[in-house]
C-alpha cells in the first residue's frame, strides 16, 4: 500500500509570510502526528489529528495550527513565519494495530 | 514525565563490526511502547521496531536485534556484521498514556560506517 505523502519537499519562504504544509496518510489509517525536527531542539511534537479531531497539541506557539479533512489528509499552517521555523516538518500516520509511519518530510527554509 | 536518553551523540566502526546503540528510558506508565527509526540522510524516519512493555523477548530481525531489559529501563540496538548502508542517524522513542500517545525522542545516534 502507498506510504505517507508529504507535499511539497522542499519551500522557501520569506519572514513573515505564511505556509501550508500537506500529509496525505496511509489508507485507512484515521491518526496523523506532526513534529518538526531542527538540529538544536531535534523531534518535537506538534500536534495529532484523529478523525477530524485534534486529540493532542504540543507546546507551539498559536502561529502553528492544523486540520484534518474527513479523508484523513492533514495540513498543518504555520502564520507570520520566522527565522527560527526553519526545519524538517515531518507527518506520520498510524492505524490502531500499527506503528507510526513517517513521510519523507518537508524541508521549510524561512530566509 | 517521560524522556529517552541517548548517551552515543556519534559511533563511528569500520564496516564488518558490531556495533550497539544505547537507549535509556524514563517512565511512569506500566503500559507504554518503545520504538527505534533510522534516518538516511534523505530525511525520512525509517521504522524498524516497535515493543510494548510487556514483551520482554528479545527481537532479532536479519543482522538488527533488540534487547529490552525493564529492569535498566534500556532497548538497545545491536547492528551485526555492520555495512556502509546502515550510516544514519538512529532514534530511540517512547509512547504511552503519560504523554499522551505522543512520540518522546531521543537526540538520536549518529552512525558512521567507514568501508
Known amino acids: 500500500k502507498a506510504g505517507v505523502t508529504q507535499t511539497p519537499r522542499y519551500l522557501i519562504k520569506t519572514r513573515g509570510q505564511q505556509v501550508t504544509l500537506s500529509c496525505s496518510p496511509i489508507?485507512?489509517?484515521?491518526?496523523v502526528s506532526w513534529y518538526q525536527q531542527t538540529p538544536g531542539q531535534g523531534l518535537q511534537f506538534l500536534f495529532e489529528?484523529?478523525?477530524?479531531?485534534?486529540?493532542n497539541k504540543g507546546n507551539f506557539p498559536g502561529r502553528f495550527s492544523g486540520r484534518q479533512f474527513s479523508n484523513s489528509r492533514s495540513e498543518m499552517n504555520v502564520s507570520t513565519l520566522e527565522l527560527g521555523d526553519s526545519a524538517l516538518y515531518l507527518c506520520?500516520?498510524?492505524?490502531?494495530?500499527?506503528?507510526?509511519?513517517f513521510g519523507s518530510g518537508t524541508r521549510l527554509t524561512v530566509v | 514525565a517521560q524522556k529517552v536518553t541517548q548517551a552515543q551523540t556519534e559511533i563511528s566502526v569500520v564496516e564488518k563490526e558490531d556495533v550497539t546503540l544505547d537507549c535509556v528510558y524514563e517512565?511512569?506508565?506500566?503500559?507504554?511502547?518503545l520504538f527505534w527509526y533510522k534516518q538516511p540522510p534523505s530525511g525520512e524516519l525509517v521504522f524498524l521496531i516497535r515493543?510494548?512493555?510487556?514483551d520482554e523477548q528479545n527481537e532479532i530481525s536479519g543482522r538488527y536485534s533488540w534487547n529490552f531489559q525493564k529492569s535498566t529501563s534500556s532497548f538497545n540496538f545491536t547492528i551485526t556484521a555492520s555495512q556502509v548502508v546502515d550510516s544514519a542517524v538512529y532514534f530511540c522513542?517512547?509512547?504511552?498514556?503519560?504523554?499522551?500517545?505522543?512520540?518522546?525522542w531521543g537526540a538520536g545516534t549518529k552512525l558512521i560506517i567507514k568501508p
Open positions: 489508507s485507512g489509517h484515521r491518526s
Open positions: 515493543r510494548n512493555s510487556f
Open positions: 522513542a517512547l509512547s504511552g498514556p503519560d504523554s499522551n500517545y505522543q512520540l518522546i
Open positions: 506520520a500516520s498510524s492505524g490502531e494495530q500499527d506503528g507510526y509511519t
Open positions: 517512565t511512569r506508565d506500566t503500559t507504554y511502547y
Open positions: 489529528y484523529f478523525s477530524e479531531t485534534q486529540r
